[in-house]
């Protein structure tokens, strides 16, 4: 193979793995812990938390920030996950790349 078509075929591989990432990025994950639902997108910034208020009361706001921590590393890991699950066939062609 000569040196212009690995160069195109490397391009190529290049727009394919930016794509794949922007498809990443712009898709969302939902993780839940009991009464929080928390949102995050595939660039992990939380985008939404909804908390159900008729089941908490002011003594329980310690419990409260232990279900946020759960469920936004639930979020993440969907989001690791999802990335690897997407990115893997690149992993492949370029090892040691992820």
Excluded: H, R
């Excluded at 490397?10 to 009464?35: C, H, R, V, Y």
């Excluded at 939380?46 to 008729?54: C, M, P, Q, R, T």
């Excluded at 310690?62 to 469920?71: G, H, T």
């Excluded at 996950?81 to 062609?93: I, L, S």
């Amino acid at each position: 193979m000569n040196m212009q078509a690995l160069m195109k075929q490397a391009q190529n591989l290049q727009k394919d793995m930016l794509k794949t990432k922007e498809e990443i990025d712009s898709t969302t994950f939902e993780g839940e812990s009991s009464i929080v639902k928390v949102v995050v997108n595939g660039k992990k910034e939380v985008l939404n938390i909804k908390i159900d208020g008729a089941s908490i009361e002011k003594e329980d706001i310690e419990m409260l920030q232990d279900m946020i921590v759960v469920a936004i590393n639930q979020a993440f890991k969907k989001v690791d996950d999802y990335t690897e699950q997407k990115m893997a066939k690149y992993g492949n062609m370029m090892p040691g790349l992820f």
